[in-house]
């Protein structure tokens, strides 16, 4: 048989092709060329190739949980089955995890599949844990995505996506609940290439019976059909045969059309399998897979699967998947550091000199204190050896490196390249912190995790004097474990505010308190974080005299301070002549500018999209500042930025959320009125469906304060139909009107 596209335009699509050849050098395997040639270290890359360090990423109630707990059943890490209605999944460990059925902490869980370890991160679909999937995307080397079979891809699912998307994450795609009434795995491989704007390559298509009862998939590559029955509850004993065996000549029509699609997409990116296909040959399944690897890494293809993992259905061709065609680290066999003076270095993965590893989330457990989870990105990391914090500038002394299972570990004597590890006995260490080893030549940062600021504010009042020491205590523990909480504590009233992503992350936070810390408190209601916005850029040369104890501080500082496009976070530019006075003085002038952001001028609000560049200073001046104490000149740059602020105004913004929304298209007008209520404007409208039933998707931006109790109120107007996200998107400047209730409800009068 040929092998070729489907339709008229087949001859056009070979010649296309056939002068489309070119020599090209491919990419896979790069981390050979630096092989040493002795047994040892090609053993050692071996090894490497065989780890794969994945994150799961999906929309809220996809199936992440369930499915995680089928692969871990089948890896034969579990010998009973979780299920998330009754709270007995293994990855969500957490009493509220257990209680919502929704993962809230990413549980990293360590099993071997076919000679490959594998370190999986089971990680949240609500949109109130943004920085937990940050997290474990970060030190992700590929991804698998879960989409749902009836809805397709859906809001969250395109949030996460975009996230996995900043760190160029291979992506293998699973369509789960294949067995739902309405499941069409067709449109939801067209969601994907609507929605996600990526190339999808379909490895699998479903097989349905005569009721339309799901009932196993063909894998396009192996040419094999694997089918379950009813009396195989744990998906163990599939009938597994030819394809050319099935007794349908519908579905073996079906597969030869899917195996076309599937050799036009590959020989598109593949000369070789472009070769194979205009000479009419059928490439062989390790060619085919081979390439299918090459192109999933490159992010030119994404593999599709299809499954119903509840029924125990299609996990194990998804197991398979995530080795044959997720990166190892040694796919990537280079990363870049970021060195004190912002120069950057590139560092091999097998460089044995310059060990570096990432600390990508701080838990505390009861027994042995905060667990501090890292990536190791190259080198080998031993228990009770010192290693350098880059980021907290202070050495720290690991007591044991541990294996994580859930809330289970198991020791291990070192922390190796390319593998996720918890580390105990960490004293300063946070999330996004780099760690090298104490003894090397050079210390350099790794890019860290990009936290969100906090977006929501509530008020907590202990109700005694003890229960006030048990919050401060356990605010500080979490604060370490999760940075996208924030604490504000007013100095004149003594008020704390606790800041957080959304409404059900911060119940959560005060659950933990009360439950785990036995924290008797108040909470008040939810309040916005509002900030104030540079109105013009303003350049001031601001001379600054003043006595600190028995030394006198005489400088002058030139800063600019302007607004940045997008109104994102603040920037610190320091000019050569102030990197020249040397790393602690530097970093007390940018310690300076913080702290003079922190407060606004106009009502004592945290400024937002602020550039601040501080610029030249005279060169008869730079003996003195470098003879001046560290905090001296801390106050200087505050001083100097406070007073050019002050020149320059400010305005207040408020958060702008973006709100996407998949609701039933009768429902449509009733929200569009409710979100033209709360001062939203709708970006665009989009209805897509049978005749039966159809389905509008929205997306819309509005102000954060007007969608306080927004979720039960979309559910009331749509009837529980609503499936719906909101993230933060921008800043934006309120009308003169709501500009006045925001100064009342800030100053409280």
Same mark, same amino acid.
């Given at each position: 048989?040929?092998?070729?596209?489907?339709?008229?335009?087949?001859?056009?699509?070979?010649?296309?092709?056939?002068?489309?050849?070119?020599?090209?050098?491919?990419?896979?395997?790069?981390?050979?060329?630096?092989?040493?040639?002795?047994?040892?270290?090609?053993?050692?890359?071996?090894?490497?190739?065989?780890?794969?360090?994945?994150?799961?990423?999906?929309?809220?109630?996809?199936?992440?949980? +369930?499915?995680?707990?089928?692969?871990?059943?089948?890896?034969?890490?579990?010998?009973?089955?979780?299920?998330?209605?009754?709270?007995?999944?293994?990855?969500?460990?957490?009493?509220?995890?257990?209680?919502?059925?929704?993962?809230?902490?990413?549980?990293?869980?360590?099993?071997?599949?076919?000679?490959?370890?594998?370190?999986?991160?089971?990680?949240?679909?609500?949109?109130?844990?943004?920085?937990?999937?940050?997290?474990?995307?970060?030190?992700?080397?590929?991804?698998?995505?879960?989409?749902?079979?009836?809805?397709?891809?859906?809001?969250? +699912?395109?949030?996460?996506?975009?996230?996995?998307?900043?760190?160029?994450?291979?992506?293998?795609?699973?369509?789960?609940?294949?067995?739902?009434?309405?499941?069409?795995?067709?449109?939801?491989?067209?969601?994907?290439?609507?929605?996600?704007?990526?190339?999808?390559?379909?490895?699998?298509?479903?097989?349905?019976?005569?009721?339309?009862?799901?009932?196993?998939?063909?894998?396009?590559?192996?040419?094999?059909?694997?089918?379950?029955?009813?009396?195989?509850?744990?998906?163990?004993?599939?009938?597994?045969?030819?394809?050319?065996?099935?007794?349908?000549?519908?579905?073996?029509?079906?597969?030869?059309?899917?195996?076309?699609?599937?050799?036009?997409?590959?020989?598109?990116?593949?000369?070789?399998?472009?070769?194979?296909?205009?000479?009419?040959?059928?490439?062989?399944?390790?060619?085919?897979?081979?390439?299918?690897?090459?192109?999933?890494?490159?992010?030119?293809?994404?593999?599709?699967?299809?499954?119903?993992?509840?029924?125990?259905?299609?996990?194990?061709?998804?197991?398979?998947?995530?080795?044959?065609?997720?990166?190892?680290?040694?796919?990537?066999?280079?990363?870049?550091?970021?060195?004190?003076?912002?120069?950057?270095?590139?560092?091999?993965?097998?460089?044995?000199?310059?060990?570096?590893?990432?600390?990508?989330?701080?838990?505390?457990?009861?027994?042995?204190?905060?667990?501090?989870?890292?990536?190791?990105?190259?080198?080998?990391?031993?228990?009770?050896?010192?290693?350098?914090?880059? +980021?907290?500038?202070?050495?720290?002394?690991?007591?044991?490196?541990?294996?994580?299972?859930?809330?289970?570990?198991?020791?291990?004597?070192?922390?190796?390249?390319?593998?996720?590890?918890?580390?105990?006995?960490?004293?300063?260490?946070?999330?996004?912190?780099?760690?090298?080893?104490?003894?090397?030549?050079?210390?350099?940062?790794?890019?860290?995790?990009?936290?969100?600021?906090?977006?929501?504010?509530?008020?907590?009042?202990?109700?005694?004097?003890?229960?006030?020491?048990?919050?401060?205590?356990?605010?500080?523990?979490?604060?370490?474990?999760?940075?996208?909480?924030?604490?504000?504590?007013?100095?004149?009233?003594?008020?704390?505010?606790?800041?957080?992503?959304?409404?059900?992350?911060?119940?959560?936070?005060?659950?933990?308190?009360?439950?785990?810390?036995?924290?008797?408190?108040?909470?008040?209601?939810?309040?916005?974080?509002?900030?104030?916005?540079?109105?013009?850029?303003?350049?001031?040369?601001?001379?600054?005299?003043?006595?600190?104890?028995?030394?006198?501080?005489?400088?002058?500082?030139?800063?600019?301070?302007?607004?940045?496009?997008?109104?994102?976070?603040?920037?610190?530019?320091?000019?050569?002549?102030?990197?020249?006075?040397?790393?602690?003085?530097?970093?007390?002038?940018?310690?300076?500018?913080?702290?003079?952001?922190?407060?606004?001028?106009?009502?004592?609000?945290?400024?937002?999209?602020?550039?601040?560049?501080?610029?030249?200073?005279?060169?008869?001046?730079?003996?003195?500042?470098?003879?001046?104490?560290?905090?001296?000149?801390?106050?200087?740059?505050?001083?100097?930025?406070?007073?050019?602020?002050?020149?320059?105004?400010?305005?207040?913004?408020?958060?702008?959320?973006?709100?996407?929304?998949?609701?039933?298209?009768?429902?449509?007008?009733?929200?569009?009125?409710?979100?033209?209520?709360?001062?939203?404007?709708?970006?665009?409208?989009?209805?897509?469906?049978?005749?039966?039933?159809?389905?509008?998707?929205?997306?819309?931006?509005?102000?954060?304060?007007?969608?306080?109790?927004?979720?039960?109120?979309?559910?009331?107007?749509?009837?529980?139909?609503?499936?719906?996200?909101?993230?933060?998107?921008?800043?934006?400047?309120?009308?003169?009107?709501?500009?006045?209730?925001?100064?009342?409800?800030?100053?409280?009068?």
């Amino acid at each position: 048989m040929l092998y070729n596209p489907k339709g008229v335009e087949r001859g056009a699509w070979m010649l296309r092709n056939m002068m489309r050849r070119v020599s090209v050098v491919t990419t896979h395997n790069l981390g050979r060329r630096y092989a040493h040639k002795t047994s040892q270290n090609v053993n050692y890359a071996k090894a490497l190739e065989r780890i794969r360090n994945l994150g799961i990423i999906a929309h809220i109630d996809a199936g992440k949980t +369930t499915t995680t707990e089928r692969m871990l059943f089948y890896s034969g890490v579990v010998k009973n089955l979780g299920d998330v209605d009754e709270g007995s999944t293994v990855t969500d460990f957490l009493r509220d995890e257990r209680e919502r059925g929704i993962t809230i902490q990413s549980a990293a869980v360590a099993f071997n599949w076919k000679d490959h370890q594998v370190n999986l991160i089971d990680t949240p679909g609500h949109v109130d844990f943004t920085l937990e999937v940050e997290r474990s995307l970060r030190v992700m080397d590929g991804a698998v995505t879960i989409i749902e079979g009836v809805a397709g891809v859906q809001a969250q +699912t395109e949030t996460v996506w975009r996230q996995a998307t900043t760190y160029l994450l291979p992506n293998v795609i699973y369509v789960n609940k294949m067995d739902r009434e309405g499941a069409n795995f067709e449109h939801a491989v067209q969601t994907i290439r609507d929605r996600l704007q990526v190339k999808p390559i379909v490895v699998q298509i479903p097989i349905f019976d005569s009721n339309h009862r799901f009932r196993g998939v063909i894998d396009i590559i192996k040419k094999l059909a694997i089918q379950y029955s009813d009396d195989d509850e744990l998906g163990l004993t599939p009938r597994i045969c030819d394809v050319q065996e099935l007794n349908s000549p519908e579905l073996l029509q079906k597969y030869e059309s899917a195996r076309e699609d599937f050799l036009e997409n590959l020989a598109d990116c593949d000369d070789g399998i472009m070769d194979k296909v205009l000479e009419g040959q059928d490439p062989s399944q390790s060619t085919v897979k081979a390439s299918l690897r090459r192109a999933t890494i490159q992010r030119k293809l994404f593999p599709v699967l299809c499954g119903a993992s509840l029924r125990n259905r299609g996990v194990h061709g998804l197991l398979d998947a995530t080795v044959d065609y997720l990166p190892s680290p040694m796919d990537h066999p280079s990363f870049t550091v970021r060195k004190f003076d912002k120069s950057t270095k590139t560092i091999h993965v097998r460089d044995a000199d310059h060990a570096a590893a990432l600390a990508f989330k701080v838990t505390h457990d009861k027994h042995m204190g905060p667990l501090v989870f890292i990536r190791v990105y190259s080198g080998n990391l031993q228990s009770r050896h010192a290693l350098y914090n880059v +980021t907290q500038k202070q050495k720290e002394l690991p007591a044991k490196f541990l294996r994580v299972f859930a809330d289970s570990v198991e020791e291990v004597a070192a922390a190796t390249l390319g593998g996720v590890y918890a580390v105990t006995g960490m004293k300063v260490t946070r999330t996004g912190d780099t760690l090298t080893l104490a003894s090397q030549r050079f210390h350099a940062e790794l890019d860290s995790i990009q936290v969100p600021e906090a977006v929501f504010f509530v008020a907590l009042e202990a109700e005694t004097k003890m229960d006030e020491e048990k919050l401060n205590e356990a605010l500080a523990l979490m604060l370490r474990e999760d940075p996208s909480l924030t604490v504000i504590v007013n100095k004149e009233t003594g008020q704390t505010l606790l800041g957080g992503m959304g409404e059900l992350h911060l119940e959560i936070v005060v659950n933990r308190l009360r439950r785990d810390h036995q924290v008797e408190l108040r909470m008040g209601k939810p309040r916005v974080a509002y900030r104030e916005l540079v109105e013009r850029e303003f350049e001031i040369k601001h001379r600054y005299d003043h006595v600190f104890g028995s030394e006198r501080l005489e400088a002058t500082l030139t800063v600019r301070v302007s607004r940045n496009e997008g109104m994102g976070k603040n920037t610190i530019n320091l000019a050569k002549s102030v990197l020249a006075l040397g790393e602690e003085h530097a970093e007390a002038i940018r310690d300076g500018v913080r702290s003079a952001l922190e407060a606004g001028p106009t009502i004592g609000l945290p400024l937002v999209g602020a550039n601040v560049d501080v610029l030249e200073i005279p060169e008869e001046e730079l003996d003195e500042l470098r003879a001046a104490k560290p905090v001296s000149l801390q106050a200087c740059a505050g001083a100097a930025v406070r007073a050019a602020l002050r020149a320059s105004g400010t305005g207040i913004v408020e958060p702008v959320m973006k709100v996407e929304l998949n609701v039933p298209e009768r429902f449509v007008s009733d929200v569009i009125r409710d979100l033209s209520r709360r001062r939203g404007t709708v970006e665009s409208v989009s209805t897509k469906g049978s005749a039966t039933y159809r389905h509008a998707s929205l997306v819309s931006l509005a102000p954060l304060q007007e969608l306080i109790g927004y979720s039960t109120s979309v559910r009331s107007a749509t009837q529980g139909a609503a499936a719906f996200s909101i993230h933060f998107e921008t800043y934006g400047r309120p009308d003169a009107g709501h500009e006045e209730k925001i100064l009342k409800e800030v100053r409280g009068y």
